[in-house]
């Protein structure tokens, strides 16, 4: 620290300032002054051995009676030290400009001191941050340290001289300081008049003191208490460290080791950053200091500063005037895998792309390992990359395949993750049992250049020399031969991995082969248990551990040298460095030939599967689909088309399949939860996409943004959870759609019936047609929450004639085709025979979608899309007048075929429904 050079008058009118120099009361100041002299003396005769210099005669608590006027003597000392090394620094300095320019002798006055404050500033300035503590007793490397290079001490002896003397007194001013420590640890927590304790000015100025401490005082309850406390910042020792851009990685992630993980929440007065948002800011971020403050307290992930930002947050964000260096994009990636690890998919996807400057939103997994009837092949494959154009995330929390057509589709499905962009998967569970034969190097391929936390490839007798080195829990699956076994357990196997903490062996057995196979477990963990005592451990031990009927588990323990990573396992700073580490072995027996359960079709919501004759189509249906494709055919090429804004339609349902030929899907998202979270293009029961189907068939040009819900079966119906329906009308509106249209059966919950309410009076509000399929069958069984609103449009089944259909009795809404409607599937070609007023529902998002299109085509709409989507209902009315009580849409009076095949055809229907639908408002 430099010299006080304000006057008495301005330091009595700033009592609020921090003082720059340690002014001690004049009866603390002599007793430290006889302590400094007769330990200097001590040190001169017999060399730096503390421990010989007894402190019981000095008293050193009394030092403490004015500690909270100007501090202990442990400020006063520390003041010193710092003092003493600027000396040295601005002799340097002198040195320096002698030996660059030594003909120059007439520098300005005024000039020398400015150069002195700024070298006083500039001087702590470490050149490499991760350089480790250097000890001061080491005369040789701290001369080197503050004296500079040899070749520039020849041109001042007398300076290099003073420079000496100042390093013999910083050494044994230091060891004062380890010494009264080591007697005294309590004094380390006293504060000064600023109420800043001696630990909090080490930690925010120096590097080599706050390394000795940390190395040479034993962790007892004083200094951790010291670490702990708080300054008038709320800072700790901890904050202040991470603050200092001198302290080397080694140093600050022993002070992380030492304090409690309280600490590591805790957040400053003003800018509320934790430890976790200062480590991130540091000019060069450390990943191992991130990881060791992830690892210790989680929660910091989340936390938020004054700018309402998390540590991740507050890294992308950064001003792009900001140094951006590989280290933060290092530390970008680490931070990101422990929000996907630690949170789940939606409350990641909220905190990963909660500002738009940090980019658009990205799928964090890809659920496949439940397509019902359907194996991932080629054709598979290419609508993933050309029709869905999937963000996918560099980083997934799940990936989950079924069974793969063809070994080669394995290699093709990993390549398309690779072409993402993606580098990291923390689950991979891929169903590969009773599949096409091929060899492990399949496996190995399909893997390379990915990095694995858990490993799920459901192959027998799989070898792992080869595999992912990072993997940490695994599942492997066995059929009972010795030599897999064996070379599971030997030095290629599972001891290659060495961040491996779990193993999960599945055992494919026999009556015959049961007793066979457990012999067989026991030689596996007694060779692991001889090979890590060989290799890592001596003294590493096996243990069973508490298990159900058809489990055996045992743990594997052992200490091993170890980086401060924050991984798994602890370690103690005062110890040589060996970290607790163990792996979990569970064994699972399952009879041989064990298949999966399959999960048949779930029958629409309501709907009654119908077996009409295929002659007797509906006339409807017909007519409308006709009159779209005539349309399409006017439309003509691409870039016609182009020209026109697209209609968007929200399907709330169970997601859609595919490959879907000449379907259009803007964006999805699931909204399952629990271990039934699939994509939203992986359909559970193909509800969703029959109601695509019969959308597109009445509006080709649509396009789709799907929402798949949470469903469950209950009493043979279909039932949606409120939650996912809320949230999935929420996501919706978001995207901007024109037309929402759900065809659901909802679980009734009073906890969510608010939170429904108000997203349908948000879609209202924003103009959104939304319709609901009415509920078939008895409806005082179960009524239907969606009818009779004035937010949405209800919607029952019809029959070909247009009466209401006889599972289908509604008081308000409308009535479209819904019994036995004839339309053929565009995957397979074959003609099926569809009933229940969700197809009535998806035919009337259709219709809706075509009259806002045809809208669209016209050189000057006939009105606004949003004023149009809001007189959809009247527009409705429009078309089912003259049908009686029955309210059935009768389309054929203004939907004629020749108005298809022009602007003017299409401009007179438009132009008819709007003046039509005004004349019934009041």
């Not at 060891?175 to 005294?184: G, R």
């Not at 930690?203 to 300054?231: F, M, Y």
């Not at 904050?239 to 002070?255: C, F, R, Y």
């Not at 569970?586 to 919501?605: L, N, Q, Y």
Request: charged residues 30%; negative net charge; glycine residues 6%.
């Amino acid at each position: 620290m430099g010299k006080d050079t304000t006057t008495p008058a301005s330091r009595r009118g700033n009592r609020a300032k921090t003082p720059k120099v340690f002014r001690p009361h004049p009866s603390a100041s002599e007793k430290h002054s006889q302590l400094v002299k007769a330990f200097e003396e001590h040190h001169l005769k017999s060399g730096p051995s503390p421990a010989e210099f007894s402190l019981d005669g000095w008293k050193i608590p009394l030092f403490l009676l004015n500690s909270h006027r100007h501090g202990t003597i442990l400020h006063k000392l520390f003041n010193d030290v710092e003092e003493e090394k600027s000396r040295i620094r601005i002799n340097r300095s002198k040195i320096d400009e002698d030996v660059e320019d030594p003909i120059e002798d007439d520098i300005d006055e005024d000039a020398n001191e400015d150069s002195d404050e700024d070298l006083n500033e500039d001087s702590d300035d470490d050149p490499d941050e991760d350089t480790e503590y250097v000890d001061v007793k080491d005369q040789d490397s701290v001369a080197r340290e503050f004296s500079g290079p040899e070749r520039n001490r020849d041109p001042n002896k007398a300076q290099d001289t003073k420079n000496e003397e100042s390093m013999r007194k910083i050494e044994c001013w230091e060891d004062l300081i380890l010494l009264i420590i080591k007697k005294y640890p309590q004094i380390m927590r006293e504060p000064d008049m600023n109420g800043l304790t001696f630990m909090h000015n080490v930690a925010s100025e120096s590097e080599n003191l706050l390394s000795r401490i940390l190395n040479e005082v034993p962790p007892v309850e004083g200094l951790v208490t010291a670490l702990e406390t708080t300054q008038k910042e709320d800072k700790t020792c901890l904050h202040l460290a991470l603050e200092n851009p001198k302290l080397s990685k080694a140093t600050i992630m022993k002070v992380i080791l030492l304090v409690d993980k309280k600490v590591l929440g805790m957040v400053s007065k003003h800018e509320k950053k934790t430890p976790l948002h200062l480590a991130v800011q540091r000019t060069s971020p450390d990943a191992g200091v991130v990881q060791l403050l992830v690892g210790k307290w989680p929660s910091a992930l989340t936390a938020e500063d004054h700018n309402v930002k998390s540590p991740y947050q507050l890294l992308t964000t950064r001003s792009s005037e900001a140094p951006h260096t590989p280290s933060h994009e290092k530390i970008i990636e680490l931070l990101k895998y422990y929000v996907i690890k630690e949170l789940d998919n939606d409350d990641a996807e909220a905190h990963l792309y909660k500002y738009p400057e940090i980019g658009p939103h990205r799928h964090l997994r890809l659920q496949l390992g439940r397509l019902v009837d359907k194996q991932i092949d080629k054709t598979f494959i290419d609508c993933l990359k050309k029709d869905l154009h999937l963000p996918l995330e560099s980083i997934l929390s799940k990936v989950s395949l079924p069974a793969l057509n063809g070994s080669e589709h394995h290699l093709e499905f990993f390549d398309y993750l690779r072409d993402k962009k993606v580098t990291r998967i923390l689950n991979l569970a891929v169903a590969d049992m009773g599949t096409q034969d091929h060899c492990d190097g399949l496996i190995e391929d399909c893997l390379q250049g990915l990095t694995i936390d858990s490993l799920d490839w459901q192959r027998e007798d799989v070898f792992i020399s080869n595999l992912c080195p990072d993997i940490k829990d695994l599942c492997l699956y066995s059929s009972g031969k010795k030599t897999v076994l064996d070379h599971w357990s030997s030095k290629r196997g599972l001891q290659c991995l060495k961040k491996l903490e779990s193993v999960k062996i599945t055992f494919f057995t026999t009556p015959l082969s049961k007793e066979r196979i457990r012999t067989y477990r026991v030689e596996f963990l007694n060779r692991m248990l001889e090979r890590k005592r060989k290799d890592r451990d001596s003294e590493a031990v096996m243990e069973p551990l508490p298990h159900d009927t058809s489990t055996r588990s045992y743990c594997l323990k052992w200490k091993e040298a170890q980086e401060f990573t924050g991984e798994r396992g602890s370690r103690n700073p005062s110890t040589s460095g060996r970290i607790s580490r163990e792996i979990t072995f569970d064994f699972v027996e399952r009879p041989k030939h064990m298949t999966a359960p399959t999960e048949g079709r779930i029958s629409e919501p309501g709907g009654i599967d119908g077996k009409g004759d295929p002659d007797n189509n509906n006339l409807w249906y017909q007519h409308m689909h006709k009159f779209s494709i005539h349309l399409e055919d006017f439309l003509g090429d691409e870039y016609s088309r182009k020209q026109y804004e697209k209609v968007k339609v929200a399907i709330i349902d169970d997601g859609i399949d595919v490959p879907f030929p000449g379907l259009k899907i803007g964006k999805g998202k699931s909204f399952c939860e629990g271990d039934d979270d699939l994509e939203f293009f992986v359909g559970a029961g193909g509800h969703g996409t029959l109601m695509a189907r019969f959308a597109q068939s009445l509006s080709p040009q649509t396009v789709f943004y799907v929402a798949r819900v949470h469903d469950f079966i209950n009493s043979g119906h279909r039932m949606c959870t409120a939650r996912s329906v809320r949230r999935a009308i929420n996501w919706a509106i978001d995207m901007g759609v024109d037309i929402i249209t759900m065809s659901l059966s909802l679980d009734y919950d009073d906890t969510e019936t608010a939170a429904l309410n108000t997203a349908l009076r948000r879609a209202q509000d924003k103009k959104i047609v939304v319709f609901c399929a009415h509920r078939d069958g008895d409806v005082a069984q179960q009524p239907n929450f969606f009818a009779a609103r004035s937010d949405t449009i209800s919607i029952a089944a019809a029959t070909s004639a247009g009466r209401p259909a006889e599972f289908a009795n509604q008081k308000d809404g409308f009535y479209l085709p819904g019994d036995k409607i004839i339309t053929k599937n565009p995957t397979n070609g074959k003609l099926t025979n569809e009933t229940g007023s969700s197809i009535s529902t998806a035919l009337a998002a259709g219709l809706a979608a075509h009259i806002l299109y045809c809208n669209e085509m016209l050189p000057k709409p006939v009105l606004e899309r949003e004023d149009l989507r809001l007189s959809m209902k009247d527009i409705f009315e429009v078309l089912c007048k003259g049908s009686g009580s029955d309210r059935f849409l009768q389309v054929w009076k203004f939907f004629e075929h020749e108005n298809a095949t022009s602007l003017e055809g299409i401009q007179k229907i438009t132009e008819q429904l709007v003046r039509s639908s005004k004349q019934l408002k009041p």
